[in-house]
C-alpha cells in the first residue's frame, strides 16, 4: 500500500462548476497536509496547506483534512479554465525536515 | 528575489552513462532536496541537503548520489544510466521547516 493515494483522473470539469480533489494516507503521524499545483512543464508550486484536522479557506480554495479517516480534500470553487493543472496532495511530516511525500497527482482540466 | 533555477532544462543520455544536474537555490535558502518525478510512479523524494551534509534520502539505488557546495548550491548525479532514469528531476529549496519551492526541472531522456 502506497503511503499517499490520489487518484489520477484526468478530471474533466466545465468552467465553473466545483471540483473535489481527495487523498488518502497511511501514517497517522503527518501533521501538515500540503497541496501543490503543477502547471504543464513546471515545477510544482505550494497551494495550501493545513495543520491536523479542520478546514482552511483561501479565496475559491478550501483544504479540509479528516485524520480520522486520513483523508484530505481540496475543493474549487467556480473553478476557471487557469485552474487547469495536475494537483499533487503532499502529507508532510514535521521533524522529517524536508521529505515530501507526495500523491500521483490528479490532473484536472476546466473547460470554457 | 530569483526563483530555483536547475541547470540543463533538457538533457538526452544513453545507457551506462553518468549525468549530473545542478540547482541553485533561492538566496538565503540552505536546504536543497531533490526529486523525481516518472508518469508512472509519480514524484518520488530522492535526498536533502542541509549545509552540505545530507539529512534525509529516499529509496534509489547508489547510482544517485548528490552534494551541496558551500555557496549551497547542489548537484545531483546518477552513474551508469538505465533506460528507467527517463525523467523529470526537481530540486527544491527552502528555509529550515518552511514551504519548499520548485524549479522548473530538468527533463532527463535516456536512450
Known amino acids: 500500500q502506497k503511503e499517499v493515494e490520489q487518484d489520477p483522473g484526468p478530471l474533466s470539469v466545465p468552467e465553473g462548476a466545483i471540483v473535489s480533489l481527495n487523498c488518502t494516507y497511511s501514517?497517522?503521524?503527518?501533521?501538515?497536509f500540503m497541496w501543490y499545483r503543477q502547471y504543464s512543464r513546471k515545477g510544482p508550486e505550494l497551494l495550501m496547506y493545513t495543520y491536523s484536522s479542520g478546514n482552511k479557506e483561501d479565496g475559491r480554495f478550501t483544504a479540509q483534512v479528516d485524520k480520522s479517516s486520513k483523508y484530505i480534500s481540496l475543493f474549487i470553487r467556480d473553478s476557471q479554465p487557469s485552474d487547469s493543472a495536475t494537483y499533487l496532495c503532499a502529507p508532510f511530516l514535521s521533524g522529517g525536515y524536508n521529505k515530501l511525500i507526495f500523491g500521483a497527482g490528479t490532473r484536472l482540466a476546466v473547460h470554457p | 528575489k530569483a526563483g530555483v533555477t536547475q541547470t540543463p532544462r533538457y538533457l538526452i543520455k544513453t545507457r551506462g552513462q553518468q549525468v549530473t544536474l545542478s540547482c541553485s537555490p533561492i538566496?538565503?535558502?540552505?536546504?536543497v532536496s531533490w526529486y523525481q518525478q516518472t508518469p508512472g510512479q509519480g514524484l518520488q523524494f530522492l535526498f536533502e541537503y542541509f549545509s552540505e551534509t545530507q539529512r534525509n534520502k529516499g529509496n534509489f539505488p547508489g547510482r544517485f548520489s548528490g552534494r551541496q557546495f558551500s555557496n549551497s548550491r547542489s548537484e545531483m548525479n546518477v552513474s551508469t544510466l538505465e533506460l528507467g532514469d527517463s525523467a523529470l528531476y526537481l530540486c527544491?529549496?527552502?528555509?529550515?521547516?518552511?514551504?519548499?519551492?520548485f524549479g522548473p526541472g530538468t527533463r532527463l531522456t535516456v536512450l
Open positions: 538566496s538565503g535558502h540552505r536546504s
Open positions: 501514517n497517522s503521524a503527518f501533521q501538515y
Open positions: 527544491a529549496s527552502s528555509l529550515p521547516q518552511s514551504e519548499q519551492f
